[in-house]
């Protein structure tokens, strides 16, 4: 994508945002007269269809308005959307509203009485306009510019595309393959979208004058139907070029290519024979009428079969085609399939077809005057694709994935095996062992097929488009996309079958195996056995020389803080750098790149079973070495990550060494003085962002300073450190190497209800934060095209939480029940659970916040609402209540946690909570009874944040003791 920008007018006129009015626009522009109006509440935004208008209204919603008598529009219907709508863009009977912090919400109008909300997207910042181009969708979205949107299935609209711009887009209109932005004080910015999907490192798509139906590759050159036979150079794969064009009368449908000539059925065009000898110069030579429109062909020898269709029949018309100018049809068989057929391959003296609705059909062509039917195969879905090997029939069948048809005895095949596949299967292709499927939305699935009888995925490839058709070629995919152009995918996933050279299973947990380096890129391994398989994703990459050996010279260096040795934040701090430690290593970064300081030396992060991952205490002495001595050999990047309780300019290494953020930038200042080394420190304590200014590096060095918490903040790490900054930015490395999207991450996680994540990536001492205006947005510029380590980018996003219930209002009672719903998560949802922040909730500084107390929200009827109940509202005031969803990440290991979703309870009268409930649960029972045991003994015992100040607290010492014990005891005897 490219854009400019133009300067923008210093004023803009003023309208009327609140009402719609209907203008009589037959009179010439000075004598327009308003006709008709109808009072909304803030219209912003208005799309028309027929009839109707839809009015995005701010926050009355979408508002629709039957403008069939335009002197007197009444509004029929709306929809109460979650955030401010302002721009709304609609396609049949879908309209699409950008709902400012609502995001982007998909609306069913197919009743204008009773529009439906059927999905939504959450934007990276304000959704303000909207403009829907096919399946896309083109975004105005504040200080994220503009976002591109798949939404070829509304209900679950993906973000595939973005571009930032200078300012903060607010408006836009499409043309043709431009985007006209309006971007604040960034003028009119013009930006190229003619191509939006973020693919993977793998594919190079190319694209062809339209609509692709079928596609022959021979050699370095790929043969296209698309409006007419395409000829492409693909001799660079990276680089395809289209080099020929041959028009033909009708609309090709199916392609077949032998030698110099090329074999098209063309529709209503019949069968256009095309001498391609000169690739550059292609030209028709011959052509034989066929009955009703040719969909598909395949030649072997002298003879092409052409599938055929006729409303309302499908036959197959056999042609001699010994001379190519002047083919003949000399045969000919009605089957018995009505409207489609998609697919047809020969084997000997048999064509196989795929019949939408009649499975697979076998057609004795050993007399090619006489063809006849001889059987079929029924499917459990529409077959649309088939390859046939051997005896072995393999059809591409919809929704029900592959099916594998024995047809040693085509008279009557059978089905032998099957696999799902997670789009629609649409095309297919065999190479020995391997088939390979063009599943629609899946992209490029790989199948071992090598026991027919149970066929494995063991691959995938996304594709920009819809797969539609899949040719193979040595280690080159070629894939046809339904909405048009090509995807090359090299090198296909491939078998790495046990070898004593290359794969050993060392036991029942273990394999190890040699890979074969094709091409440079991110590659994800499938591990199975036949009958299940488990997915690496991004487990290994293959990098050329210049790329290898700048990966070799970035650094990471892990410091994990201790206060003292009794510090209640350890397990925590532990935690989070161990998981740092493995998110690095997933990265690329090998255990001599890293450089770990802890007070615990017998750390294992790695889960290698030793404790060699450690290489010394965290003190001043040992940190200033890893950053003066360590760092300054072979360096070109320098990866700094400290967490522990925090302070005013201060970080706790040990109960004796405490670092000044004065020294720290001293030593990062000798260090980048000496050298050019680019460094990257993430903080995460309590005041943390004490440390922004101090750290601002010398003239003309890189130093980008990311902070979990402002100067005066304290820092959470609840779920046992699960729940804080931290553990989000790595959760998130593991997924997505982009150190911005990281740091986006774990600063939506953790909510600015909590603490305010800070970026500074420019240099200048202040930090970048979204939601201030005043803030430049070269700190995020800065950070968003640096990739951590290898730069694997899984693209699998953590999960949503569509809805949380609304504020609620107690008179005295103390409990209240809080749910979440339109839950959305690639990997299954483990946990939904909402964290309670009660009124006037404070802490000191350098004190971390651990014990907020948490409530598990669960579905048993399974409809999609979670729900629980918490009963320790007693304080008068606000509780303010952020409600989470977790999945594993792609490790299997960690977790993913969506953004907090907020919500509040209010207490309007306090009432004191049960004495000795040290759990805040709202009864005194077994469970304090064991905390108060816990506590006692020395063991770690979670009590109620609020147990004193509330009124538990059995003797007001502000601690448990025996008196608690003996308390609790004596209201379980009664």
């Not at 400019?4 to 037959?26: E, N």
């Not at 396609?91 to 912090?101: M, R």
């Not at 909405?483 to 794969?503: H, K, L, Q, R, Y």
């Not at 020389?545 to 994990?560: N, P, T």
Request: some cysteine; glycine content about 10%; overall charge negative.
């Amino acid at each position: 994508m490219k854009s400019v920008s133009y300067d923008h007018p210093p004023k803009a006129a003023s309208v009327d945002r609140k009402v719609l009015q209907t203008v009589d626009s037959g009179l010439k522009s000075e004598h327009l007269v308003i006709i008709g109006s109808v009072d909304t509440s803030d219209a912003s935004g208005v799309a028309i269809n027929g009839n109707t208008a839809y009015v995005a209204d701010g926050s009355g919603g979408l508002q629709v308005i039957d403008i069939s008598d335009p002197e007197s529009p009444r509004i029929t219907g709306f929809v109460d959307t979650p955030g401010d709508a302002s721009g709304v863009g609609i396609t049949g009977n879908t309209v699409y509203v950008a709902d400012g912090s609502g995001g982007l919400q998909v609306i069913d109008v197919s009743d204008p009485e009773s529009p439906r909300v059927i999905g939504s997207l959450d934007t990276p910042d304000d959704a303000l306009d909207v403009s829907i181009i096919g399946d896309e969708a083109y975004i105005a979205c504040k200080s994220e510019g503009l976002q591109m949107a798949d939404v070829s299935d509304p209900e679950n609209p993906v973000i595939i595309g973005s571009v930032d711009t200078p300012g903060e887009a607010s408006g836009l209109v499409i043309t043709g393959n431009t985007a006209y932005v309006a971007d604040g004080d960034g003028g009119l910015q013009a930006i190229d979208v003619s191509s939006t999907s973020e693919t993977s490192a793998l594919t190079v798509s190319v694209d062809t004058q339209g609509y692709v139906s079928d596609m022959v590759v021979m050699g370095d050159t790929a043969y296209i139907a698309s409006g007419g036979l395409q000829i492409i150079d693909m001799s660079n794969p990276e680089n395809p070029a289209v080099i020929g064009f041959a028009d033909t009368p009708g609309s090709a449908q199916g392609l077949a290519v032998t030698g110099d000539t090329a074999y098209v059925a063309d529709g209503y065009g019949g069968l256009q024979v095309i001498d391609v000898s000169n690739p550059e110069n292609p030209a028709v030579i011959g052509f034989a009428d066929t009955p009703g429109s040719a969909q598909g062909i395949a030649v072997t020898g002298n003879t092409a079969y052409v599938l055929c269709s006729s409303d309302p029949q499908i036959s197959l018309q056999v042609a001699d085609v010994s001379d190519p100018k002047s083919p003949v049809i000399i045969g000919s068989v009605i089957t018995p399939n009505l409207y489609s057929a998609h697919d047809l391959a020969v084997m000997g003296n048999t064509v196989y077809l795929a019949s939408e609705f009649d499975g697979l059909q076998m057609i004795d062509v050993s007399d090619p005057e006489n063809p006849f039917i001889i059987g079929y195969a029924d499917t459990p879905a529409g077959a649309t694709g088939v390859a046939v090997m051997g005896n072995t029939a393999y059809v591409a069948n919809t929704f029900a994935g592959l099916q594998v048809i024995d047809v040693s005895n085509p008279e009557s095949p059978v089905v032998i095996g099957s696999t799902d596949t997670p789009g629609a299967a649409y095309g297919v292709a065999v190479i020995g062992s391997t088939a390979y499927i063009a599943d629609r939305s899946g992209g490029l699935q790989v199948i071992d097929v090598s026991n027919p009888e149970s066929p494995v995925i063991i691959g995938s490839a996304d594709t920009p488009g819809k797969a539609w058709r899949v040719v193979v070629t040595g280690n080159t995919a070629y894939v046809t996309n339904e909405d048009g152009g090509i995807t090359v995918i090299n090198p296909v996933p491939a078998v790495v079958s046990p070898d004593p050279g290359s794969f050993l299973v060392e036991s029942e947990t273990r394999i190890s195996l040699t890979l074969p380096a094709e091409t440079a890129g991110n590659y994800t391994l499938r591990v199975h056995n036949g009958e299940e398989s488990h997915e690496l994703r991004g487990a290994v990459t293959f990098l050329d020389q210049e790329d290898y050996q700048k990966e070799e010279r970035k650094k990471a260096l892990i410091v994990a803080g201790r206060l003292s040795p009794g510090d209640s934040l350890w397990d925590n701090t532990r935690m989070c750098t161990n998981y740092a430690y493995r998110a690095l290593q997933a990265q690329g970064y090998d255990e001599d790149r890293i450089y770990y300081l802890s007070t615990d030396r017998r750390s294992d992060p790695d889960g290698d079973g030793l404790t060699d991952d450690v290489d010394d205490t965290a003190s001043l002495e040992t940190l200033e070495y890893a950053i003066r001595a360590w760092a300054a050999e072979d360096t070109d990047e320098l990866l700094i990550y400290m967490t522990d309780h925090g302070g005013e300019g201060t970080f706790h290494l040990s109960e004796n060494d405490i670092l000044n953020a004065e020294d720290l930038d001293r030593w990062l200042d000798q260090l980048q003085e000496s050298t050019s080394v680019r460094i990257i420190l993430i903080y995460d304590a309590c005041m943390s962002g004490s440390f922004i200014k101090p750290l601002t590096p010398p003239e003309g060095k890189e130093r980008i300073i990311i902070t979990s918490s402002s100067p005066d903040q304290y820092a959470y790490f609840n779920n046992g450190g699960r729940l804080s900054f931290s553990y989000q930015f790595w959760a998130s490395v593991f997924l997505n190497a982009n150190l911005y999207d990281a740091f986006a991450s774990g600063r939506d996680a953790i909510g600015t209800q909590y603490q305010t994540p800070y970026l500074d990536g420019d240099g200048d001492g202040i930090g970048y934060i979204s939601e201030r205006k005043d803030v430049p947005k070269s700190d995020k510029l800065a950070a968003k095209d640096i990739l951590i380590g290898r730069g694997w980018i899984a693209a699998s996003p953590p999960p949503s939480v569509g809805f949380v219930s609304q504020e609620q209002t107690l008179d005295s009672e103390t409990s209240a029940t809080i749910q979440a719903g339109d839950i959305t998560a690639l990997n299954k949802i483990v946990r939904v659970w909402a964290v309670i922040t009660p009124p006037n909730h404070r802490y000191g500084p350098g004190d971390p916040v651990t014990d907020l107390p948490e409530i598990t929200l669960e579905d048993p009827d399974g409809d999609g609402i979670y729900e629980g109940t918490w009963k320790g509202f007693y304080r008068e005031g606000t509780y303010r209540i952020a409600v989470y969803a977790a999945t594993r990440d792609a490790s299997g290991t960690g977790m993913l946690y969506s953004a907090a979703s907020e919500t509040s309870v209010i207490q309007t009268a306090g009432s004191p909570a049960p004495a000795g409930d040290l759990d805040g649960d709202g009864e005194t029972g077994m469970k304090d009874l064991v905390t108060a045991l816990q506590v006692l003994s020395g063991a770690p015992g979670v009590i109620w944040y609020d147990y004193a100040s509330a009124g538990t607290d059995v003797n007001g010492d502000n601690r448990v003791g025996t008196e608690e014990v003996f308390f609790v005891f004596g209201e379980m005897a009664e």
